[in-house]
């Protein structure tokens, strides 16, 4: 990963960060936007489907699916700390044979990683700077269903999003966050054949899942 955003998800995304997650996880199950995702792709049916789960974080998405009827699914996570975390949760709920983890940015393990019938982005697209490529890359992997959780593109979130960078910014962290205009994300899904299924804001973050009509 040679990019400096990439370079920041190892030291943003670490142990510690993890393992607070997992804890939370573990008590409480997925948080408000992420079991709204989760929801809404069981709502278009997934048994039998197999899940890329981009930026799978703890495993939040991969368990709850694989407990609805999902196969198997493959966890893309850029941060180590985070595959650790999610091999170890994996184990716990009996899902190691279910889930296949790669390590690096999708974008450049995106070749070697195959297309499943669901993806999933969950608060990943706001993490990376390069938009068309991630979207296009990662919706060409989706036979099905492509799920997203990422910021609504308005002018107050894009302020408070301004002031998070320049914090990072002033203590030397090369990790930003980014809001990508939503016109972009609905024409790249569009012009993949992608139609949306589903949409609900949840406070500063947009919910959405697209499918492609039955073949």
Request: hydrophobic residues 35%.
């Given at each position: 990963m040679s990019c400096c955003q990439c370079q920041g998800f190892e030291s943003m995304f670490d142990r510690k960060k993890a393992a607070k997650e997992l804890k939370k996880y573990r008590k409480e199950g997925p948080i408000k936007t992420t079991r709204t995702l989760i929801d809404a792709l069981k709502a278009e049916g997934v048994s039998e489907m197999t899940l890329l789960d981009i930026g799978g974080g703890v495993g939040a998405i991969q368990h709850e699916l694989l407990n609805s009827g999902v196969s198997k699914c493959i966890n893309a996570e850029a941060a180590q700390a985070y595959i650790e975390t999610a091999k170890e949760e994996s184990k716990r709920q009996n899902h190691a044979?279910?889930?296949?983890?790669?390590?690096?940015?999708?974008?450049?393990?995106?070749?070697?990683?195959?297309?499943?019938?669901?993806?999933?982005?969950?608060?990943?697209?706001?993490?990376?700077?390069?938009?068309?490529?991630?979207?296009?890359?990662?919706?060409?992997?989706?036979?099905?269903?492509y799920g997203l959780v990422y910021p609504r593109d308005t002018w107050w979130v894009k302020f408070g999003t301004a002031l998070g960078n320049l914090y990072r910014r002033v203590q030397r962290n090369p990790f930003r966050t980014f809001v990508h205009p939503t016109e972009v994300v609905e024409s790249i899904l569009r012009g993949k054949g992608f139609e949306q299924q589903f949409y609900l804001d949840v406070g500063i973050w947009q919910v959405v899942v697209y499918g492609r009509p039955h073949q």
């Open positions: 044979d279910s889930i296949t983890h790669f390590h690096g940015n999708f974008v450049d393990e995106a070749t070697d990683i195959p297309q499943c019938d669901i993806v999933t982005l969950d608060r990943v697209i706001c993490c990376y700077h390069d938009l068309e490529v991630l979207v296009e890359l990662s919706s060409e992997h989706a036979r099905r269903l």
